[in-house]
């Protein structure tokens, strides 16, 4: 049966959850409430047995761990990744068109987005904003519109009698959103944003904003949908769904056993970045947590990572584009995912673990290989694993219509992952 509560608790951090600022910020303040206590990089660390912490980089990614029972640390860690980035549409520094007699802001796409899907949806704007305050001083907040304030229409069919035969999308000319009609003198977009820090912080006294990390974003809610409510849909299911399920792990666990859970940014752009898998976050939280060298190494080697990110549903109208016998369907647990090319970090030992956790908590589980004829994506386990040396296992809930802006799962899944990631956090034995 669909697991309403872990269906709403994961609704409630997805619709709160615009983009990685947001996610991030709402980690933090779960963990903050359960007791964790958060730790600046610029400051000196004074890290206790049985201590429970949090960091973030770039305020888009996050590190949360415990450091279980005194001497627990010695005999590994249990860690779960996971990215707090999904495919969107990014507005330009200079964004504003005119066009028409309407007001339209240039986009970018961030990420290997479905563009089709953003058409005719009821857009919003939020991100980070950067301004200069009264005084002199630079500051950061967040924002969100939440209000649909923005849409992309379709060109009607008379006008495109092709459409239906296939969608060549240009992203620079058809992808503008249009937000009001065109004034005279030009709108200012940025005294917009001004505005809306004066209405969402009356205290901040913005006095110029100097840049801006803003991306549109559908105002539809997620929701349990299905005859029998058997589906789960809504944005960002990439890959927020793995970034809730290890948070609620996390705080269900015991906190006997040494845990961490990481949710990093720029995953849908290959990771290189500062705060992304592909860079330096982990490995210089780890240092910090374990400073001898030699230690660490042997640490890291008693440890395990579980990546999660998900996984390719097969589709009833296209099941020819999966081998026939790695189809992962919906609700059927999460799907341990393959490749001998190291798409995936996974390794026969790693996959035995986890499917043993699941055997151990009552999860039914599956195997994803994709066709030997097609290509095969990617994730953050073979960066990780790379970097870090730890063995890894790439799992993922099964999910139709992978970055479309609205995504769609199992009701079941998201229960069944958060059940055996919570097994893997008290697991007393690692491989």
Same mark, same amino acid.
């Given at each position: 049966?669909?697991?309403?509560?872990?269906?709403?608790?994961?609704?409630?951090?997805?619709?709160?959850?615009?983009?990685?600022?947001?996610?991030?910020?709402?980690?933090?303040?779960?963990?903050?409430?359960?007791?964790?206590?958060?730790?600046?990089?610029?400051?000196?660390?004074?890290?206790?047995?049985?201590?429970?912490?949090?960091?973030?980089?770039?305020?888009?990614?996050?590190?949360?761990?415990?450091?279980?029972?005194?001497?627990?640390?010695?005999?590994?860690?249990?860690?779960?990744?996971?990215?707090?980035?999904?495919?969107?549409?990014?507005?330009?520094?200079?964004?504003?068109?005119?066009?028409?007699?309407?007001?339209?802001?240039?986009?970018?796409?961030?990420?290997?987005?479905?563009?089709?899907?953003?058409?005719?949806?009821?857009?919003?704007?939020?991100?980070?904003?950067?301004?200069?305050?009264?005084?002199?001083?630079?500051?950061?907040?967040?924002?969100?519109?939440?209000?649909?304030?923005?849409?992309?229409?379709?060109?009607?069919?008379?006008?495109?009698?092709?459409?239906?035969?296939?969608?060549?999308?240009?992203?620079?000319?058809?992808?503008?959103?249009?937000?009001?009609?065109?004034?005279?003198?030009?709108?200012?977009?940025?005294?917009?944003?001004?505005?809306?820090?004066?209405?969402?912080?009356?205290?901040?006294?913005?006095?110029?904003?100097?840049?801006?990390?803003?991306?549109?974003?559908?105002?539809?809610?997620?929701?349990?949908?299905?005859?029998?409510?058997?589906?789960?849909?809504?944005?960002?299911?990439?890959?927020?769904?793995?970034?809730?399920?290890?948070?609620?792990?996390?705080?269900?666990?015991?906190?006997?056993?040494?845990?961490?859970?990481?949710?990093?940014?720029?995953?849908?752009?290959?990771?290189?970045?500062?705060?992304?898998?592909?860079?330096?976050?982990?490995?210089?939280?780890?240092?910090?947590?374990?400073?001898?060298?030699?230690?660490? /190494?042997?640490?890291?080697?008693?440890?395990?990572?579980?990546?999660?990110?998900?996984?390719?549903?097969?589709?009833?109208?296209?099941?020819?584009?999966?081998?026939?016998?790695?189809?992962?369907?919906?609700?059927?647990?999460?799907?341990?995912?393959?490749?001998?090319?190291?798409?995936?970090?996974?390794?026969?030992?790693?996959?035995?673990?986890?499917?043993?956790?699941?055997?151990?908590?009552?999860?039914?589980?599956?195997?994803?290989?994709?066709?030997?004829?097609?290509?095969?994506?990617?994730? /953050?386990?073979?960066?990780?694993?790379?970097?870090?040396?730890?063995?890894?296992?790439?799992?993922?809930?099964?999910?139709?219509?992978?970055?479309?802006?609205?995504?769609?799962?199992?009701?079941?899944?998201?229960?069944?992952?958060?059940?055996?990631?919570?097994?893997?956090?008290?697991?007393?034995?690692?491989?």
């Amino acid at each position: 049966m669909p697991q309403p509560s872990v269906n709403q608790a994961l609704a409630d951090f997805i619709q709160a959850s615009p983009t990685p600022f947001h996610a991030t910020e709402n980690l933090t303040q779960r963990l903050l409430a359960h007791g964790y206590e958060q730790l600046d990089e610029r400051d000196e660390w004074a890290l206790q047995p049985a201590g429970k912490y949090l960091v973030t980089r770039n305020g888009s990614s996050l590190i949360a761990f415990h450091m279980g029972a005194s001497g627990a640390v010695d005999e590994g860690i249990r860690m779960v990744g996971a990215h707090t980035d999904s495919p969107c549409l990014r507005v330009k520094p200079q964004p504003e068109l005119n066009q028409q007699g309407l007001w339209q802001l240039a986009i970018e796409v961030y990420g290997g987005a479905l563009l089709a899907p953003w058409f005719d949806r009821d857009l919003s704007i939020a991100g980070r904003v950067t301004f200069r305050t009264r005084e002199g001083k630079l500051d950061s907040r967040l924002i969100n519109f939440e209000r649909p304030i923005a849409v992309i229409p379709s060109l009607a069919i008379h006008l495109n009698r092709g459409v239906n035969d296939g969608l060549a999308i240009n992203a620079q000319t058809d992808l503008p959103p249009i937000l009001a009609m065109a004034l005279e003198p030009q709108r200012d977009f940025r005294a917009l944003l001004g505005a809306q820090l004066a209405q969402e912080y009356p205290d901040c006294q913005a006095d110029q904003v100097l840049d801006y990390e803003l991306c549109f974003f559908d105002t539809q809610a997620p929701s349990t949908i299905g005859l029998e409510d058997d589906f789960f849909a809504s944005a960002r299911l990439d890959n927020l769904l793995s970034c809730h399920a290890g948070l609620q792990a996390l705080l269900a666990s015991s906190g006997q056993q040494p845990s961490l859970l990481i949710c990093t940014d720029h995953e849908e752009v290959g990771s290189t970045s500062a705060c992304g898998a592909d860079g330096p976050f982990l490995e210089d939280v780890l240092s910090r947590v374990i400073p001898d060298a030699s230690k660490r /190494i042997q640490v890291i080697q008693r440890s395990v990572m579980v990546s999660a990110d998900n996984a390719h549903a097969v589709h009833p109208n296209f099941a020819d584009r999966h081998d026939t016998n790695h189809g992962p369907r919906l609700n059927a647990g999460p799907v341990i995912k393959i490749n001998s090319n190291q798409r995936y970090a996974t390794s026969s030992e790693t996959a035995a673990f986890f499917r043993n956790l699941c055997n151990e908590a009552e999860v039914p589980v599956q195997s994803f290989v994709v066709r030997s004829d097609m290509g095969c994506g990617s994730t /953050i386990g073979p960066i990780t694993a790379s970097r870090l040396g730890v063995r890894t296992v790439d799992v993922g809930v099964p999910t139709f219509a992978m970055h479309s802006v609205r995504e769609l799962a199992g009701s079941r899944d998201a229960a069944y992952l958060t059940t055996v990631l919570t097994r893997f956090y008290d697991s007393e034995q690692l491989i």
